[in-house]
């Protein structure tokens, strides 16, 4: 895919040519590992030329701050006032992996303020963040694809082992280890980072096999004793409300992939994830093939995504009460969740 706003491209070579412009890259609120990777791979692709950073609106999983340079995030809760300073002299903020203002959390109000340059790179549907320049496609595997493209068309010598193996963390966490939402030039891409000499099996081995005792012990115990599977729907729930997350010393990032899971059973072709947390109520969801599972979350739980995968919110109900809830309307919605694969 080609950037298709030349604009975007001048813009970008204009910054690095001044190296008194300042750069701020934002990934969502709760990153995960395209938001992360994505935001890693943008900061070492302008770290040559400008100063820049990276502010997360919250902390991201530890399994994900063995790349390089992730110590030097910086946590907005915990470093208010210096990150508004840097938002504030900002030439220009990229917006990573989302779409939306509100999913800048409470980041949000600070970029409104700034005078910077606004571009928001996204693979999500329907984007509505009010910014100057978009780079937007929801047909590419995630946004760290995007990224890799955006580079590419700026300046293809930049790469490094660095800027690979974070593109890398994303593509391979927003596929599932290439499960699903791949095409043909997604390989394509993960080939030509491989020629970097990036580690493929120390990345696998520090994002999916790097995690803690108590985040096992919370899969367990969500499989054996939270999961609720509803044969005739082909769906399987899972629900945790706030005091199981603590009774098992829950962290950031422990409850990645755990959505996934039971779409490996028999017959099983969607699942959804509801997590209390924050003084809401979260809820993820996976489906098989042609299974529209986003529209469930758009219509009901003010969320969105993709056609196989998306996310709400709940923010009146309980767990719970929010798992009664989500059975009646997957029973209104059988139509839904029983298209033919």
Request: aromatic share 8%.
């Amino acid at each position: 895919m080609k950037i298709p706003n030349t604009e975007i491209v001048q813009l970008i070579k204009d910054i690095q040519n001044n190296k008194s412009k300042k750069v701020v890259i934002i990934p969502h609120v709760n990153p995960d590992g395209d938001a992360i990777g994505s935001s890693m791979a943008l900061l070492h692709f302008f770290s040559e030329s400008n100063n820049v950073k990276v502010i997360a609106p919250s902390s991201f999983p530890e399994f994900l701050k063995w790349l390089p340079n992730a110590n030097e995030v910086l946590d907005y809760k915990l470093n208010t006032t210096e990150s508004d300073a840097l938002i504030e002299e900002a030439s220009l903020i990229i917006i990573a992996d989302h779409n939306a203002a509100d999913r800048s959390g409470d980041i949000e109000d600070a970029i409104a303020k700034s005078g910077a340059v606004k571009l928001m790179i996204d693979h999500h549907p329907e984007p509505s963040y009010p910014v100057d320049y978009q780079i937007s496609c929801i047909s590419v595997s995630s946004t760290a694809e995007l990224v890799y493209n955006f580079i590419s068309e700026i300046n293809t010598s930049a790469f490094n082992v660095k800027i690979a193996s974070a593109i890398y963390v994303g593509i391979m966490t927003d596929t599932g280890n290439f499960m699903h939402n791949v095409h043909p030039d997604t390989f394509k891409i993960v080939s030509d980072l491989m020629e970097y000499k990036i580690d493929r099996d120390y990345i696998y081995n520090q994002v999916f096999n790097n995690y803690s005792l108590g985040r096992m012990r919370l899969l367990g115990y969500a499989l054996s004793d939270k999961m609720e599977v509803i044969e005739s729907l082909g769906t399987a729930i899972i629900s945790l409300n706030k005091e199981e997350l603590e009774r098992f010393n829950y962290q950031v990032g422990d409850t990645e992939g755990f959505v996934n899971m039971p779409l490996a059973i028999q017959g099983v072709n969607a699942s959804i994830l509801v997590m209390e947390r924050d003084g809401e109520v979260k809820l993820s969801f996976r489906s098989k093939g042609d299974i529209a599972i986003n529209t469930i979350a758009k219509k009901y739980f003010g969320g969105g995504g993709h056609k196989n995968a998306a996310g709400g919110v709940e923010k009146v109900l309980s767990a719970d009460e929010t798992v009664k809830k989500l059975e009646e309307i997957l029973l209104d919605n059988k139509e839904i969740l029983t298209n033919q694969l």
